[in-house]
């Protein structure tokens, strides 16, 4: 993947509907049975509780000033610290491009999300179905 400066999930109002998205569509939980008889409890993907805390961060950003930090707000800023920490990148990155600007522009190896997502999506509906038959 290219890490570039981009227009992508911006702090402005209008990019609302991007940062919707961002989350499988039908939110961050997924539904994991101990035993295949027992009843399914709800867990989070740590990649889709990064995500969710980015959003919480992004919402107390663009609120009023005047709004105290919530709760949530001060939750997800503790947890992306010790999640950096955790899983720190070692790599190394130019600090500044010839403009002075930070420099945005190089090759990273990433693992394939979109298989999380599907996956999110098939435990939804699987854990749709067994809610039914309930």
Not at 4 to 14: H, K, Q, V
Not at 37 to 59: D, G, N, S
Not at 67 to 79: D, F
Not at 87 to 101: F, K, P, T
Request: aromatic letters at 8%; charged letters at 25%; a neutral charge.
């Amino acid at each position: 993947m290219r890490v570039a400066t981009g227009s992508r999930y911006g702090l402005e109002p209008d990019a609302n509907e991007e940062w919707d998205r961002i989350l499988p569509k039908h939110g961050h939980l997924v539904h994991i049975a101990s035993t295949p008889t027992a009843t399914p409890e709800p867990h989070t993907v740590t990649l889709f509780h990064q995500l969710r805390c980015l959003q919480i961060v992004r919402e107390q950003y663009l609120s009023p000033p005047t709004n105290p930090i919530t709760s949530r707000t001060r939750h997800c800023m503790n947890y992306l610290r010790q999640t950096l920490y955790c899983r720190l990148n070692m790599g190394l990155e130019s600090v500044e491009d010839a403009e002075g600007r930070a420099a945005r522009d190089y090759d990273a190896v990433c693992r394939d999300w979109t298989k999380l997502y599907d996956e999110a999506d098939r435990n939804q509906a699987a854990f749709s179905s067994w809610k039914e038959r309930q």
